[in-house]
């Protein structure tokens, strides 16, 4: 009988798939942590949107990370935010043992991205989080975080192409890591990466669409904070708690284009739905009110740093027209959160 049910159910899918956004049901939210956690119940890979930056997303990270719920669910954390070469080093120091902050800093402050993104307080915090979630756990319930970042080696990059070579293995490097350090051990795992890394369409080879052609089951959450507020697609979820997951399928949201949901007014034609690259939306308000964390005052005074960072941006100018990367390090530097 399951092939069958099986096959209605997909049936069923369809049909609300082909459905005109006014004729479909609403998306409902759900309390995000066990909507998680029933997602693993399908899923090996639960692939969780990190937008950069947010604060909002960065707060129900650690909130996620601390429920005793999460803790004793056995499910590895995949990082976008860390170097695979110094996978040792977090090792070392999420399991309690003592690391200096000079060699811990160089986990997100040396990965392929040359700006300054990593190095927001809100990153550290994360990993200071876990450290002090395993503080409280016996060792077999640890949680295990794990650096998907190519290992480039900053010693041995000296121009645009020598970056290149590493930024072209972003993708497989950590598809890598999820295949042999989580699925080959029997393990599970949350991935935390940039959403565009999930989609599953016009996104190229990316981490989702490697692991789902090794026929890996990936369960995507899309944290849309830049695009149109969802109330204005559906109203309802003006009233919803923050934040909530709520499965995009065969609803209002799902039916949208999904360039107007990213809020790219011209969609040239592209005629991709939310439900087409993502399974569900995590909710954390409308994006009038979200906040962008700013680089720390010891970093933007620090003539060391400085020279380090900028020297990097310089390997990518960006296009014609772009501020210079001294210009774009004092955004990032001020003062004063544009977000608030």
Known sequence: MKPLVGLMIAMACAVLAAQS?????????????QAILDAFSSHAVVALSEPHG???????????????????AGTDIVIESGNSRYQD???????GQP?????LRRVWQDTTITYFVWDRPIYEQFFRAVRDVNASLPKQKQLRLLLGDP????????????????????????????????LAKGHRALVIYGEGHFWRRNAGNNLVRRLEAD???????????????????????SSWPRPSVALVRGTVIGAQNFQSYLGDANSNGDSTRVEDQVDAVLYLGPPSSMTTSMLPARLCDSELYRTMRLGRMALEP???????PADVLKTGCATTNPGK
Do not use: C, Y
């Open 89 to 95: 080093v977090v090792d070392r120091f999420v399991s």
């Open 318 to 324: 960006g296009p014609p027209g772009s501020p210079p």
């Open 54 to 72: 947010n604060e909002q997303a960065a707060a129900f990270r650690l909130a996620l990370i601390r429920d005793p719920r999460f803790a004793g």
């Open 215 to 237: 026929g890996t089951k990936v369960f995507t959450i899309s944290a849309p904070i830049l695009g149109p507020d969802l109330a204005s697609v559906q109203p309802s979820v």
């Open 99 to 103: 690391v200096p902050d000079e060699t």
């Open 151 to 182: 290992p480039v080696d900053w010693n041995a990059v000296h121009t645009r192409e020598d970056l290149l070579k590493w930024q072209g293995l972003r993708e497989s490097s950590a598809a890598s890591v999820v295949r042999d350090q989580v």
């Open 21 to 33: 956004p006014a004729t479909r049901p609403l998306a409902i939210p759900m309390e995000p942590l």
